[in-house]
């Protein structure tokens, strides 16, 4: 076992560097893009030097100013920060920080689906093979700019407790279980949302087989096992996710209503979609982010090797996976959704999730259901190395495996993986750095700022260099804005994050009207002390009667200029 982690973590390690080049090359500097990756480097600083400062200092960040708790707009990113912390001490480089955690993910979730699918099979090749693929799959390599649904290596493990938990009982695997629940919700709410449907099934999946070998009584152990460690659990568990709690009671209407999901639910085209970037990108749909599922047809092949070749002692284990598969595919569909085939069309239908959403309040903070879709590939990958298993007799086992591999690679390969390069902390605009001399007390509001759909669609800002700005890049000005303040620390009316609150949505349209003397009164009301101007991101036209109109107001005070940033200072706010 231990030769075959060793190969697994070699193969995955130089797997990751190869097929993610040369963004993982460059990761002292570059982000796959400027948009979830630059916030998500505040993110992990932010938890960094703040979480020994008390629950409030930890929670109240400085972005989003005055508001309370913003830390729970967004992934709180727990787990990811046990890695990022001490490299963001030792280095003062949060994209360096994030970039590991990125690009460790995947010889991690390589090695967890390995033991799942070792303690399955029992074959070292097949499980090899299965954690490469579950690895190096499109639903992953498609998030390596979100750093909460990247880190999904925590679900082999889980489903593997389980299991373990259910056949065997004990309290360890219970209490590993609980830890790799635990670390899943940590990384993402959306994968402690995601395993109760999972958990449930498999659950079910096990009464059944349970009720027809007459063994159901030895639940009442499994359950008496479980209470010390579930009462730990549970504190735990409602201690981590407070923050959300709070937020929800702070901010009733947060809620992710069914037609947020119009456009992040998957269809069938996404399980035939890869990257632009993808080898096969000539050949079938490309598409990006939320939308890449494509499983390939070598772990189709040998998913289906494995339901019909392999042992009728399987046969149970292989139907839970089928039905696992089945439902997050079904689930991943969303509320509702449209089948066609040729000239047949089903019309509209209403799917299951529908009724989660509807009774269970848990899924309406859900907004992608699509990501239900690492399941299915997870599934696959399960079926695909018992497929690999039942080739283990045959007189060629190995070649035939070899090819299966190589065609996997073929499917998966990528052409230079883009990256944008972003300045560090002795090299971030000369206005970021005099901001740290000010007071502690200082709360700033950069200019221009829109409301996010004022602006051109998020796709058309994914690379663009911060000298390149325009007010149009209405999500990239608030990520670089709240990147650069992880360095100078002030508080701020800016930010970015999953949740945008009502009161920053109307500040912000104010705002897109400064310097009217209503939009500086509410800056001064805000408390804002210090307004930025970004001359160079506004069109010239507007900028020069901007200019006029802020020189001439009475309760703002020119103080100093670096290059085509103007500094203000608001007279009169409120402390």
């Keep these: 076992m231990k030769k075959s982690i060793i190969i697994l ?81 030792l280095t003062d480089n949060p994209i360096f920080a994030e970039n590991i955690a990125v690009l460790i993910s995947f010889p991690l979730s390589a090695l967890f689906m390995f033991l799942l699918s070792l303690y399955l099979t029992k074959n070292n090749i097949a499980s090899i093979l299965s954690g490469l693929f579950f690895a190096f799959s499109y639903p992953r390599l498609s998030q390596i700019g979100h750093l909460p649904m990247i880190w999904n290596q925590w679900l082999p493990l889980y489903i593997l407790y389980l299991l373990k938990f259910l056949k065997e009982g004990k309290k360890i695997n219970f209490i590993f279980l609980c830890i790799w629940y635990l670390l899943a919700i940590s990384s993402s709410i959306y994968f402690g949302v995601f395993l109760i449907p999972i958990t449930g099934t498999v659950l079910i999946w096990d009464f059944i087989t349970r009720m027809q070998n007459h063994t159901l009584a030895v639940y009442k152990n499994r359950f008496l096992e479980t209470i010390p460690t579930l009462f ?84 149970n284990v292989l139907f839970l996976w089928i039905i696992l598969g089945t439902v997050s595919l079904v689930l991943s569909f969303g509320d509702q959704q449209a089948f066609s085939l040729g000239s047949f069309s089903t019309g509209t239908l209403r799917l299951p999730y529908y009724y989660l959403y509807t009774y ?66 002795h090299s971030v605009p000369e206005v970021y750095s005099w901001i740290t001399q000010l007071p502690k007390n200082t709360v700033i509001a950069e200019l221009p700022v829109s409301l996010f759909y004022h602006g051109i669609k998020m796709e058309d800002q994914l690379y663009t260099p911060y000298n390149a700005l325009q007010k149009s890049h209405t999500y990239a000005l608030e990520t670089y804005r709240v990147y ?36 500086v009164q509410n800056l001064s009301n805000t408390g804002v002390t210090h307004v930025i101007v970004h001359s160079l991101q506004y069109p010239p036209h507007e900028w020069s009667i901007l200019k006029n109109k802020a020189e001439s107001h009475p309760n703002l005070r020119f103080i100093i200029q670096f290059g085509s940033d103007y500094v203000y200072e608001v007279i009169g706010h409120k402390e």
């Design 484 to 519: 650069y303040s992880s360095f100078h620390k002030k508080r701020m009316i800016n930010g970015y994050g999953g949740y945008l609150p009502d009161s920053y949505n109307k500040l912000t349209a104010n705002l897109e009207n400064f310097p009217s003397e209503d939009t």
């Design 232 to 315: 730990i659990f549970l504190i735990l568990l409602v201690a981590l996710n407070f923050p959300y709690v709070r937020l929800k009671a702070e901010h009733p209407e947060l809620k992710r209503s069914i037609d947020d999901m119009t456009h992040l639910r998957a269809t069938p085209k996404d399980y035939m979609s890869v990257l632009p970037t993808s080898l096969l990108a000539p050949l079938l749909p490309n598409s990006i982010n939320e939308h890449v599922f494509y499983p390939t047809c070598s772990v189709i092949f040998l998913a289906l090797l494995g339901f019909i070749l392999s042992k009728k002692q399987n046969k």
């Design 360 to 425: 269970i309040p848990l899924f309406q903070t859900v907004r992608v259901p699509a990501r239900l879709g690492i399941f299915v590939i997870l599934s696959l990958c399960i079926l695909a190395a018992y497929g690999i298993d039942s080739l283990k007799n045959h007189k060629g086992y190995r070649y035939i495996i070899g090819a299966f591999f190589c065609i996997f690679i073929i499917e998966i390969w990528q052409f230079q993986t883009a990256f944008v390069s972003i300045p560090l902390k």
């Design 9 to 89: 973590l070699v193969l995955s390690i130089l797997g990751t560097i190869i097929v993610l080049f040369p963004y993982s090359v460059n990761s002292t500097h570059g982000v796959v893009n400027v948009i979830d990756p630059l916030f998500y480097a505040w993110n992990i600083s932010h938890n960094a030097y703040n979480m020994f400062g008390g629950i409030d200092q930890l929670l109240n960040t400085n972005i989003f100013f005055p508001l309370t708790n913003t830390l729970a707009f967004s992934d709180t990113l727990w787990a990811q920060s046990i890695v990022t912390t001490p490299i963001i001490w």
